[in-house]
């Protein structure tokens, strides 16, 4: 069923089951007392889901931002539903979204893919990112990401500009102006 994996990041136990709602909750508020205590401002975890066809990812990202707010970002391809856990084929990738006064930063981690493979839509006040990478020689379907990234404000229109490199995409997005 569910078992940890180690990261750079942290290891930790995310519990999938309705049952565990509150034993999730107090790990998390325990969580966030000990990000207090130590003064951190950041901190992830994440999981694996193994089965006979199947491989799950999964994890979080919680950021203590200005006035002491947290921000909690999921990533990965495990959703929760009603009858359980279920491994999706596209995975949510982890990213940060920066705002940078005239214009935002948004990095996510893309590993697995090309640069060509990846596709940015952007309308309004949503950026998509989207990529398919190539099947592998192995037979192994190529991996497949989406994210659909709400920004606090309109962007100007026209394309963003993006890099990518060693599995990390910075994509700059330019605000419109007010007024």
Do not use: C, H
């Amino acid at each position: 069923m569910a078992k940890n994996k180690k990261s750079e990041r942290g290891e930790g136990e995310i519990n999938l089951g309705l049952g565990g709602v509150f034993r999730g909750l107090g790990n998390l508020i325990d969580l966030l007392t000990e990000m207090a205590e130590e003064g951190k401002t950041e901190v992830s975890r994440t999981g694996e889901l193994k089965g006979k066809e199947l491989k799950g990812v999964y994890g979080f990202n919680i950021k203590i931002g200005l006035g002491g707010t947290p921000t909690v970002e999921t990533f990965g391809n495990v959703r929760k539903t009603k009858e359980g856990p279920v491994v999706e084929e596209v995975r949510e990738p982890l990213l940060d979204v920066l705002d940078e006064g005239d214009s935002f930063r948004i990095i996510a981690e893309l590993p697995g893919v090309e640069a060509s493979d990846i596709k940015l839509d952007l309308k309004d006040d949503i950026l998509t990112i989207a990529a398919e990478g190539k099947d592998l020689p192995t037979g192994q379907a190529g991996r497949k990401y989406s994210k659909e990234v709400l920004l606090s404000s309109r962007a100007q229109p026209g394309p963003p500009t993006m890099s990518y490199r060693n599995g990390i995409l910075e994509v700059r997005v330019r605000k419109a102006p007010t007024g």
